[in-house]
Nanobody, 125 residues
């Protein structure tokens, strides 16, 4: 049984930063690609950032230069550092694991097998 638990969301003002965490149990993350997605009430779930098994990363254009995805050395926790947040970043953020993703397929939600419950991020003045 694989479980993913996100944390770190909250209510912030435009320009602020947040760091999301995703702790995995039941699976060693080092052999799997992982990604962050987000969904707001008005939009479908969209890709935010992904990291493959070798550590290569890819980002959605909307977050490039502001968000950074990373894994800890023990390969049990995935992070998403979010800087310069704006109201368009408001959404529920989900982490997920992808058993066969390569860099080019990281943005494809259907490639992911396990998902967390999500953490709410609200950016508003």
């Amino acid at each position: 049984q694989v479980t993913l638990a996100e944390s770190g969301g909250g209510f912030v003002q435009p320009g602020d930063s947040l760091r999301l965490s995703c702790v995995a149990s039941g699976r060693t993350l080092s052999n799997y690609a992982m990604g962050w997605f987000r969904q707001s009430p008005a939009n479908e779930r969209e890709f935010v950032a992904g990291i493959n098994w070798s550590g290569s990363k890819t980002y959605a254009d909307s977050v490039k230069g502001r968000f950074t995805i990373a894994r800890d050395s023990a390969k049990t926790t995935l992070y998403l550092q979010m800087n310069a947040l704006n109201p368009e970043d408001t959404a529920v953020y989900y982490c997920a694991t992808c058993p066969r993703c390569i860099l080019s397929t990281l943005p494809r939600a259907r490639a992911y097998d396990y998902w967390g419950q999500g953490t709410q991020v609200t950016v508003s003045s």
